[in-house]
């Protein structure tokens, strides 16, 4: 008789207990799931072509300042001790 008791609430424990799980859900702050966006390299070769032609013109307008000689470099040495 104890036996039979024993398996009749353990049996009852896990009901509650899965029952209790089956509740569970994501709290209502939490962001929805997207799914992972996979890159797409023609857009990533795009935007690498588009900053490689702005440090071009970077580099272009800097060495135009180099060649006027307008331009005045000023070194200073630090005073940490």
Known sequence: MRRST???LLIM???LFYCVLSF???GFAAPPREP????????????MVGELQQ???L???QN???????LRVVVEQD???
């Open 36 to 47: 992972a966006r996979i890159a797409n390299p023609i857009e990533q070769r795009a935007a």
């Open 55 to 57: 440090i071009r013109e």
């Open 24 to 26: 569970y859900q994501a």
């Open 64 to 70: 135009e300042l180099l060649r006027s000689g307008k």
């Open 6 to 8: 024993a398996w009749t």
């Open 79 to 81: 005073a940490r001790p």
């Open 59 to 61: 580099l272009k307008e």
């Open 13 to 15: 424990a896990n009901v």
